[in-house]
C-alpha cells in the first residue's frame, strides 16, 4: 500500500533538526605516521580470546600478567600482541581458534559476561560448550530477545558495527496499539529524540489483532535501545522486540537459548554484507 503523507506533531522539529545537520565538513586524512598495531593491555587479552577486557584489569591490577617477563599493573600499556610474550597466572597467552556463533538469546538477559546486580547474562546459555572467550556484536536489552551473534574475532566484529557498513538488522515488534498507515508513515519519519534524529530504513505491518500489532521494523545503524526510543516518542508502547536478522542471516529455527556454530557460507554472507 501506498504510505500516506507524514502527520507528525514531530515532523517540524526533524525538518530542523535535518536542516540544522547539513553543515559544511572537511574530510581529515589520517595520520599515517601514528599507525601503530599495539594496543593497550587490556584490549590484547580480549582480543586474543583470552578474557573480557573488564576482567583483564582486574587480572593486571592483581599483578598477575606479565609481558616480556616482568610484571604489568597498568592495563593502558601498549603493546604488539602478536610480538609481546604474555603470561597470566604462569601461561602464556595465545591466539585462539575463531569462533562464531549465532545464539536466540532470551528475553530476561543481560548482554554481559559478568553482572554486578547478579542477573542472568547470554553467558549462561554458552555453559557446557567448549569455547574460547568470547564477546556478543553488539547488544540486544535485557527486554529484547532473538539474534545475537558472539566471537572472539574482533576485526570481523568491528566490521560489522561500523556505522559505514549499514549492516541491515531486522525486528518483529509487537506494540499496544493498531497503526493506521499514517502512523507507519510517521514512525518511519522518524523523531528527534535527546537531540539524536531516531529512524528506521523501513517500517511495515505484519499483523494485528484486538488491541496489538506486530511490526517489522529494519535499521541499518545501531543506536542505543532505537526501536524503543523511537515508538517511545510516539507514546507508543513495546510489548516484544524480537531480532530476527542481520544482513541476510535468518534466526531461523534456532531454539531459545541455543547457540551454534555459523556455517563457512553464512560468514561468507555476513562479510559481503
Not at 63 to 73: D, F, H, N, P
Not at 167 to 179: D, F, G, L, R, S
Not at 245 to 255: F, P, R, T, V, Y
Request: proline share 4%.
Amino acid at each position: 500500500m501506498e504510505p500516506l503523507a507524514p502527520i507528525s506533531p514531530s515532523m517540524a522539529s526533524v525538518a530542523a533538526f535535518r536542516a540544522s545537520s547539513k553543515t559544511e565538513t572537511v574530510a581529515r586524512q589520517p595520520d599515517r605516521r601514528s599507525a601503530t598495531p599495539k594496543v593497550s593491555l587490556a584490549r590484547a587479552l580480549s582480543k586474543l580470546g583470552f578474557c573480557s577486557r573488564t576482567q583483564a584489569e582486574r587480572l593486571i591490577a592483581e599483578g598477575r600478567v606479565l609481558v616480556g617477563g616482568k610484571i604489568v599493573r597498568d592495563a593502558l600499556l601498549r603493546i604488539d600482541p602478536d610480538r609481546d610474550r604474555i603470561i597470566v597466572d604462569g601461561e602464556r597467552v595465545a591466539a585462539k581458534r575463531k569462533v562464531y556463533l549465532m545464539l536466540n538469546k532470551p528475553r530476561g538477559l543481560v548482554t554481559t559476561r559478568d553482572d554486578p546486580e547478579g542477573r542472568g547474562t547470554v553467558y549462561d546459555c554458552l555453559e557446557g560448550l567448549d569455547l574460547p572467550f568470547v564477546s556478543p556484536v553488539g547488544r540486544l536489552d535485557k527486554a529484547s530477545e532473538g539474534l545475537l551473534l558472539m566471537t572472539n574475532d574482533t576485526r570481523w566484529a568491528n566490521s560489522l558495527l561500523d556505522p559505514a557498513s549499514h549492516v541491515a538488522k531486522t525486528y518483529h515488534v509487537q506494540i499496544a496499539v493498531v497503526p493506521d498507515e499514517a502512523m507507519l508513515a510517521r514512525f518511519h519519519q522518524g523523531s528527534v529524540v535527546d537531540g539524536e534524529l531516531l529512524t528506521a530504513s523501513s517500517v511495515g505491518l505484519l499483523r494485528s489483532g484486538g488491541r496489538t500489532a506486530w511490526l517489522e521494523i529494519v535499521l541499518d545503524e545501531g543506536r542505543n535501545r532505537q526501536i524503543r526510543r523511537l515508538l517511545g516518542a510516539f507514546d507508543i508502547e513495546v510489548l516484544r522486540l524480537v531480532r530476527v536478522a542481520i544482513g541476510g542471516l535468518q534466526l531461523g529455527e534456532l531454539a531459545k537459548g541455543q547457540a551454534r556454530h555459523l556455517t563457512a557460507e553464512e560468514l561468507a554472507m555476513l562479510g559481503s554484507a
